[in-house]
């Protein structure tokens, strides 16, 4: 076998499924025991974008890259275990991965949660899958933003502005790797949840997968609800759902999530 040339360029693709990609991790591998430098993509273009390939192949041309290996196919959830969910569980926002990644998750059991993202005063379980575990990504974002949004890639701007938007929680926004749980609660609400379900109505939003959760936003706003009232109505289906998830070790139902968002249309 003829040695190995380093360094080494990787590719890996990931997504919500085994067919969108939503993410795109390139490495460099410098020398045998040497950690990769790694670089990421995120969008729902990605893999179709001709800027973002170019960018690949500066960033393997700036470290000398000879040999590039591709992973075949979507290699697993695009949201990275202890930053966007805890370690050793499974990935709360992407169900399709459900035991698929070599992770199971132990259910907990908890009270069933409130009717709304910013009121609910008990969804213990969700709390434990989130909270403390993206405190530094929200806080480096959050201090990045403040020095230079140009130091922010484009899902990290999103989340700058909707951290900027929730001006309730400014005071904590740079100080989430330093303050105790009890500091970081208010009024019976994770600020940390709560901007990762917003985040996460906003990706489906931009994403278009499900199209009626755009429409949903768009009848709420035509009877005179905010764009951020109606994403948070949005979110409180959403984390019923990721409840039912968690509490039930169940796939996510999609179909049954659309239902409930319609309700928010055909009540006044």
């Known amino acids: 076998m003829p040695p ?4 080494i360029g990787t590719v890996a693709y990931y997504g919500p499924d085994d067919r969108t990609v939503t993410k795109i991790a390139a490495g460099v591998i410098e020398s045998e025991d040497a950690e990769p430098i790694m670089k990421r993509w995120r969008g ?11 960018e690949i192949q ?11 290996a591709v992973v075949d196919g979507v290699l697993g959830c695009p949201h990275e275990e202890g930053v966007d969910f805890p370690v050793g569980q499974e990935c709360p926002y992407c169900p399709f ?3 698929k990644q070599g992770i199971q998750v132990v259910p907990e059991q908890a009270s069933a949660p409130g009717t709304g993202v ?5 969804f213990s379980a969700l709390q434990k899958q989130l909270r403390g575990l993206t405190r530094a990504r929200l806080c480096g974002i959050w201090k990045r933003a403040q020095a230079d949004t140009s130091f922010l890639d484009s899902e990290e701007t999103q989340i700058a502005q909707i951290m900027q938007e929730h001006s309730e ?9 330093t303050i105790s749980e009890a500091e970081l609660e208010r009024d019976g609400t994770n600020p940390i949840v709560h ?4 985040d996460t109505i906003e990706n489906q939003i931009a994403q278009g997968d499900l199209p009626e959760v755009r429409l949903i936003v768009e009848r709420l706003m035509a009877r005179g609800i905010s ?7 949005v979110g409180s289906v959403l984390i019923e759902e990721i409840y039912h998830v968690l509490r039930e070790d169940c796939p996510f139902d999609e179909a049954g999530y659309l239902r409930k968002l319609r309700r928010l249309v055909r009540s006044r």
């Open 118 to 122: 910013s009121e609910s005063s008990d």
């Open 97 to 99: 991965w459900r035991g």
């Open 227 to 233: 764009r951020h009232e109606a994403i948070h109505r």
């Open 44 to 54: 729902s273009d990605v893999a179709t974008s001709s800027q973002v390939q170019k």
């Open 169 to 177: 929680y400014h005071d904590l926004w740079g100080r989430l790797d």
């Open 195 to 198: 901007i990762t379900i917003h």
């Open 4 to 7: 190995v040339e380093y360094p």
């Open 58 to 68: 500066e960033f393997f041309e700036a470290h000398k890259v000879q040999h590039v």
